[in-house]
T-cell receptor
Framework: DQQVKQNSPSLSVQEGRISILNCDYTNSMFDYFLWYKKYPAEGPTFLISISSIKDKNEDGRFTVFLNKSAKHLSLHIVPSQPGDSAVYFC??????????????FGQGTILTVHP | DAGITQSPRHKVTETGTPVTLRCHQTENHRYMYWYRQDPGHGLRLIHYSYGVKDTDKGEVSDGYSVSRSKTEDFLLTLESATSSQTSVYFCAIETAGNTIYFGEGSWLTVV
């Protein structure tokens, strides 16, 4: 049972345009969500997170939107740059005020940004 | 980089041999985690620790054990490696701000 799903295996975007990566979850108890970027042969790099009490969080070129009723979150990257080309993972956790690191990950989306 | 070091970074071992992966952190974080990543999957939690000598199982813990005798070190042991344990292993720490940072990974091949 895949509790976190990234239904698009890949996404191709032109440099300077917006990249939108999507993620759906099924467990309504998840209350904290994170996005990671991963280059080959490296560990995942934390990008941005959002708590379930918010519907938007912004950090520079990255914005995460959370729609709790639809159990859907998205990561917007504006403007996209060739260096953003990587695999992007969304992850969710129950949090609950104790440990947040028991993450459930999606399968990842390969983003390619063309010059 | 959150002060996480994994060792070894790459290892090839034979089926049935024991293997230990080490995760070392320099910033005294309480929570530490071991994940594995396989093609077609995101990362999956193997074991985690919430303090010295306090550990618990994750989603895919069968065939693995862990130990944490010091705050800075979290060891993952495969008692008898199998080919299904060929994977990339990532250690992670949790900061006080609830951000999870990952190490660079340990590539393990069981032949």
């Amino acid at each position: 049972d895949q509790q976190v799903k990234q239904n698009s295996p890949s996404l191709s975007v032109q440099e300077g345009r917006i990249s939108i990566l999507n993620c759906d979850y099924t467990n309504s108890m998840f209350d904290y969500f994170l996005w990671y970027k991963k280059y080959p042969a490296e560990g995942p790099t934390f990008l941005i997170s959002i708590s379930s009490i918010k519907d938007k969080n912004e950090d520079g070129r990255f914005t995460v939107f959370l729609n709790k009723s639809a159990k859907h979150l998205s990561l917007h990257i504006v403007p996209s740059q060739p260096g953003d080309s990587a695999v992007y993972f969304c992850a969710a956790t129950l949090g609950g005020g104790t440990s947040y690191g028991k993450l459930t990950f999606g399968q990842g989306t390969i983003l390619t940004v063309h010059p | 980089d959150a002060g996480i070091t994994q060792s070894p970074r790459h290892k090839v071992t034979e089926t049935g041999t024991p293997v230990t992966l080490r995760c070392h952190q320099t910033e005294n974080h309480r929570y530490m985690y071991w994940y594995r990543q396989d093609p077609g999957h995101g990362l999956r939690l193997i074991h985690y620790s919430y303090g010295v000598k306090d550990t618990d199982k994750g989603e895919v813990s069968d065939g693995y054990s862990v130990s944490r005798s010091k705050t800075e070190d979290f060891l993952l042991t495969l008692e008898s490696a199998t080919s299904s344990q060929t994977s990339v292993y990532f250690c992670a720490i949790e900061t006080a701000g609830n951000t999870i940072y990952f190490g660079e990974g340990s590539w393990l091949t069981v032949v």
